[in-house]
Structure formats: structure tokens, C-alpha cells
């Protein structure tokens, strides 16, 4: 019982606070806590005018007192909770959430909420979906269906994900958020056309808003519709929105090098204005081993490790120190092999620039290959700053970064072939021979088919290209296949075609040249074994132009299936004609596009010789240059002592002390 005084003092306390008069209400609230410091009322409603005034620190005194006195009283922790949640302190508030559901299992729905929110910010979210799955039965609001959302996106489950954001859009959750996460989980999923609807959805909400506007012209690009992309992508100030249009413009047909060149010097010096190159010249003593630092955070299930991993396991130890600058965020097993490679691994995923440059600087290096260029992860502002006396940029972008500061770029002589082509780079071109990379096979045991138009009686040809590398020229020049070939069917596997709609929409583009739907396969992507199996399928891969395939050929090979392809002007269109060479596969390499059509005709019009090869694929793979890793890390090795020694050289003829 409270002394009367007391408790008309918390009456008229209560009565202030329902009113909004949180100063009023402290008046009587500090003299009733001093008159009855024992009454855990006193010190609640204390701790709540607090609250309301922004003194949360002060909040939290307040209901510590309270729960000391009634520790089994669930308001009260529920309220400390409250009070850590407002300051970001989210482990003391999920304890406090958590005692005040042991205090009542059968707990108000809200407090429940309130606790898996604070184990959502912990990153906790398999707690936090748990918490929220059994609140939703007593409380069906949209807004815990966007916190599950949310909870299901941190585990990967984006279909869950999908389908709780759309339960939440149905439950009357509107505006940018709802819009921009379902534009986020159908660019995961692949349903670009969603995507993109979505992140318009966000705009109309938010118009000008750069996460809208990003989602918006990636969802573009990777339907097809690059114009539209890189419309979207120029109203968008993020830097990562800059680098997507130099990579989307290398995609459009047809390309100019030189145009190319100017784009990524232009956006590569707006990039980096303002940041200062050191100039750091180093030593190598003599018996001292060169050292060699690779950035990358691809070292995982991805294009780069298919042509990395090799490379990386052949190269000469008692010539080179390895340093391994991981920007992985999501390892895998791949990740971990790729661990065991170098002489020291270091974990940089999610440094700021001067973090990272820190840690760099510390390892002292000669040599630092870049793995990422232009893509995801780019460390352009860090590499402007000079982190090693050679930089030099390798197989994880198209061509050049425009960056005053990379001094090489690693090539091979078929993707440079000559002095014209050199001048497409800002960098200086080394050629590591006639591959950019030799190729290391998927895991997995998934064997070669036999030629599958013995069974079927008419030729297949296939694609597993993204949807955005397949432009106008390269429709065009598959119609025309498929017209010089009447009976052959065209299977294609994207992960552009996920959706009913966008394989509605590709088919609409072979209807208006009068390709009959029957002959057309379309697919969404699948795992990686769906994919290698779907090769079963295929007898010739019709390449794409102006990016040609690169790992998608690779793959394709080491499954017995050859790609036609079209000799380019520049880097990305000049991928598939390396391949084919360096698999002395020549008469799979046309001159030009117009040529493209008869020569599949050829090829399949010569099924006994089409059977040999993919018979003998394998063998003819495993003596090429393709698999020959101990020559590609010699060749490696000497274009890093190369560099090292212009360098080392110059800096002698300028007076440059090592530092």
C-alpha cells in the first residue's frame, strides 16, 4: 500500500503523462520516489517521464530500481528494455526483454515484438523469426511480417523473405521500405521485372532516392533493358551505381574501345579527386622473396576462383610471398581452400579505406594485384592512395579501371593482340601467353553426355548466358541461325528468365522474326549441378556478342560442348575466341557476325566429327594451355619480377629511397 500523499501524487503523475506533460508529471514523480523510495510505482512512472523527455540513461536508474523491488513484474523489465533499445544497447535490452517473458510466458504480444526487434539488430535472426513466428498468431499485423521478412533475409531465406514482405504489403504496410525490400528480395530471386517495379514503387515514395534508384537500374540491366539501366543509374550518386554503368556499358553492341577507355578514365579521376598518391619505393634484398598481395572477394563460389584457383596453388613459394587480402563477407568451401594457398591470409571484408590501407601498408608489399576492378567490393580510392610500389589489375574486370595508379594489367595475346588494342588501357599491358587463366573444374563428379541430337534427330543449340549479355545483335544472329538451321531447337538457361513473364517477353523477340515458340527452351537458372546437367541438352552453344562467354565456355567444355563464337575489337568480345584457340577449337571462331550462321550449320551438319569432340573434350582440355597451371604460374612469376624490376629501376634512376 502507498501513503495517501504518495499516491495522489502517482495519480496526478499518470494523469500528466497520459496528457503528454511529462515535466509536470516529474514533480510529484521526484518527490514520491523520496517520500516512498520502496514503491516500485514511484520509480516506474519516474523512469517513464524520463523516458519521454529523452533522458533514456537516466530512464534505465529509474527501472532498475523498479525491477529490484518486484523482479518478477513484467512491466518493468519490459520498460529497462525500452530504455536500452533507445540507446542502441541491444544485448542488455534482449536480456531484459527476455526476463519479462519469463515473468509472464503469455506475455502482451508487444513485449514479444519488442524482443525480437532488439535480436534482429543483433544480427540474432534465427531468435528473432522465432520470437516473431509466435507472436504472429496473437498479433497479425504487418509489421511483424516485415520484421520476419527482414529476420528471413539475414538467414538467406528469400523466398521466405518474399512471402513475408508480400503478407505485410497485404496487411496495409506501404511506403519505401516495404517497396524497396521486395524490390531487394526479387533481384535475389531473379525476377528482375518484379524488381524493378518494386524499386519504382520506392521512388514514387521517395523519389530521388539512391537505394531505389540503384535497385531500380541493376533490376534494368539484368532484364535486358540497358538503356533504361543506365538511365536509372546516372540519377543515382553512389559510388557503386558509377561503377555498374562502366560495367553496363561494355555489355552494349556496338562497342567502342576508346570510348570505353575515356568513360573509366572520366569516372574513375571524378572517383578519386581529391586523394593523394604517396609514392612508396621498397627494397628487395638479396635471397628475400618477392612480395605478392592479391585482393579479391570472390575467393569463393564464383567466376574469378574457376580461373584463380590453379594459378594459386602452382605458384613458386621460394620466389614469391603470398599475401591474401580476403573481401569475402559469406565464405564457403572454396573460401577456405583458397586459405590454405597463401603464406598469410588477412580478413578485410567491411574496412574503410584507411583500415584497409593500415593493414596493407603493414605487410609491405612489392607487387599488389587487384582481382576486382570496377565490380562489387572495388577498392579504386584505396588503390588511388598507392599501396605498393607495382599495382597491377588481373581477370576480375573487362578491361581497363581508368586508374592513374594501376600501372599493369595482366592479359594474354589474343585478348591484346597488338598495339591498337593496347591502346584501350590506361594501364600498361602484360601478356601472360596465349590464356588469360588457366581453369580449375566445378567439384562434383557430373560426366559427359553423349551428343544429344543422335537421340533427339535434329540439333540443339543452347545459351546460358545472362540475359543482359544477350543484346539486339546477338538475337538477331541467333534467328538467323536458327533460320539457316530449320529443325534445330534453342534451348537458353539464364538467370534473366526466371520469370513467367520475362520468358513471355524473350519469346516475343524470336516470334516477330517468325521463330515458332516450339523450337525455343527458356529456363531460369538452377544449382550448379542443374546447370552442368543441363549441358546433356545442348550439342553447340552459340555464343554471345559484344561480351562473349568466359567461365560460361569454360564450363561448357569441360561438359563437351564447344561454343561458336565471333572474333571482337576489345577484351570482353575477344574472351570466347581465346578459349577456342587455346582448345584448338579454331573453326569454332567466326570472323564475323554474318559468318555465324552457315559455320553452325556446318558444324552441325558434321555430327560424327561434333561426336568426337565432346567425346574427347576432356583429354583435348587437359593437355591445352586451358589446364596447364604450372606454366601459367611460371608466367605469372615473371611478369611480377618484371614489373617489380621497371619499378625498382626507375626509382634507382630518380633517387627514390626505399622506404
Known amino acids: 500500500m502507498y501513503p495517501e500523499r504518495v499516491a495522489k501524487a502517482l495519480q496526478r503523475a499518470q494523469a500528466n503523462l497520459n496528457a503528454g506533460d511529462a515535466h509536470a508529471a516529474l514533480v510529484d514523480l521526484e518527490k514520491a520516489v523520496q517520500k516512498f523510495p520502496k514503491g516500485f510505482q514511484c520509480w516506474l512512472l519516474y523512469g517513464q517521464a524520463k523516458g519521454y523527455l529523452g533522458d533514456h540513461a537516466g530512464a534505465e536508474q529509474c527501472f532498475r530500481r523498479a525491477v529490484a ?4 513484474d513484467i512491466n518493468g523489465w519490459n520498460c ?7 540507446r542502441g544497447m541491444f544485448q542488455p535490452a534482449a536480456d531484459a526483454f527476455s526476463k519479462a517473458v519469463m515473468c509472464a510466458p503469455l506475455a502482451h504480444s508487444d513485449i514479444y515484438h519488442n524482443l525480437g526487434s532488439a535480436l534482429l539488430e543483433l544480427g540474432r535472426y534465427q531468435e528473432a523469426a522465432t520470437v516473431y513466428e509466435e507472436t504472429i498468431p496473437r498479433k497479425d499485423t504487418g509489421d511483424l511480417w516485415a520484421l520476419l521478412a527482414m529476420c528471413y533475409k539475414g538467414m538467406e531465406r528469400y523466398q521466405d523473405a518474399l512471402q513475408a514482405n508480400l503478407k505485410a504489403l497485404e496487411r496495409g504496410i506501404t511506403g519505401y521500405t516495404i517497396h524497396l ?3 531487394s528480395c526479387y533481384s535475389v530471386l531473379k525476377d528482375f521485372d518484379s524488381a524493378a517495379a518494386h524499386a519504382r514503387a520506392a521512388l514514387d515514395a521517395k523519389p530521388g532516392d539512391d537505394a531505389a534508384l540503384l535497385n531500380l537500374g541493376l533490376a534494368q540491366i539484368e532484364a535486358g533493358r540497358l538503356g533504361d539501366g543506365l538511365l536509372s543509374l546516372s540519377q543515382c550518386a553512389r559510388p557503386d551505381a558509377g561503377a555498374a554503368r562502366l560495367l553496363a556499358q561494355q555489355y552494349i553492341d556496338p562497342v567502342d574501345p576508346r570510348a570505353l577507355r575515356e568513360a573509366h578514365e572520366a ?15 621498397r627494397e628487395l634484398k638479396p635471397g628475400e622473396r618477392l612480395r605478392v598481395g592479391f585482393v579479391s572477394g570472390d575467393l569463393r563460389l564464383h567466376p574469378v576462383a574457376f580461373f584463380l584457383e590453379g594459378l594459386m596453388a602452382w605458384l613458386d ?21 583458397f586459405r590454405q594457398m597463401g603464406d598469410h591470409w588477412r580478413e578485410t571484408a567491411g574496412l574503410g579505406d584507411d583500415a584497409f590501407v593500415e593493414r596493407v601498408d603493414l605487410d609491405a608489399l612489392h607487387v599488389l594485384v587487384d582481382l576486382v576492378g570496377h565490380t562489387n567490393g572495388s577498392r579504386m580510392t584505396a588503390y588511388a592512395r598507392r599501396l605498393a610500389p607495382v599495382q597491377a589489375t588481373y581477370l576480375g574486370y573487362s578491361g581497363t579501371t581508368g586508374l592513374r595508379q594501376m600501372d599493369y594489367v595482366l592479359s594474354d595475346t589474343v585478348l591484346v593482340p597488338d598495339s591498337d588494342a593496347e591502346s584501350h588501357y590506361t594501364e600498361q599491358v602484360v601478356r601472360l601467353g ?12 557430373v560426366p559427359v553426355s553423349p551428343l544429344p541430337m543422335d537421340a533427339n534427330g535434329y540439333p540443339t543449340f543452347g545459351s546460358f548466358a545472362q540475359r543482359k549479355k544477350i543484346s539486339p545483335a546477338t538475337i538477331d544472329m541467333w534467328i538467323a541461325t536458327l533460320k539457316a538451321v530449320p529443325d ?27 521463330i515458332d515458340a516450339q523450337r525455343l527452351i527458356l529456363r531460369g537458372p538452377g544449382t550448379m549441378e542443374e546447370y552442368l546437367a543441363a549441358h546433356s541438352q545442348v550439342d553447340v552453344i552459340l555464343d554471345t556478342m559484344p561480351w562473349n562467354g568466359h567461365t560460361t565456355t569454360m564450363h561448357a567444355l569441360w561438359m563437351g560442348v564447344p561454343t561458336l563464337t565471333v572474333d571482337g575489337v576489345h577484351h570482353a568480345s575477344r574472351l570466347g575466341e581465346s578459349v577456342a584457340r587455346a582448345a584448338g577449337l579454331e573453326r569454332y571462331v567466326v570472323a564475323r557476325p554474318a559468318e555465324f550462321p552457315a559455320r553452325a550449320a556446318q558444324i552441325v551438319g558434321e555430327p560424327a566429327r561434333l561426336r568426337e569432340e565432346r567425346a574427347t573434350m576432356r583429354n583435348r582440355l587437359s593437355t591445352s594451355p586451358l589446364f596447364d597451371h604450372d606454366a601459367m604460374a611460371r608466367s605469372f612469376g615473371a611478369a611480377c619480377a618484371a614489373m617489380w624490376k621497371a619499378r625498382a629501376s626507375a626509382d634507382a634512376a630518380a633517387g627514390s629511397a626505399p622506404m
Do not use: C, W
Open 181 to 183: 525490400n521486395l524490390s
Open 488 to 514: 534445330a531447337r534453342l534451348m537458353v538457361m539464364s538467370s534473366g528468365l526466371s520469370a513467367v513473364a520475362a520468358r513471355e517477353r524473350f519469346a516475343a523477340l524470336f516470334a516477330g522474326a517468325d
Open 317 to 337: 613459394r621460394s620466389q614469391l610471398e603470398v599475401f591474401v587480402y580476403s573481401e569475402v563477407r559469406k565464405p564457403d568451401e572454396v573460401t577456405e581452400r
Open 267 to 281: 569516372a574513375t579521376a571524378a572517383l578519386t579527386a581529391g586523394i593523394e598518391a604517396r609514392h612508396i619505393a
Open 69 to 72: 523491488i518486484l523482479p518478477r
Open 434 to 445: 596465349p590464356v588469360l587463366a588457366t581453369y580449375t573444374p566445378p567439384a562434383g563428379t
Open 80 to 86: 529497462l528494455g525500452l530504455s536500452y533499445s533507445a
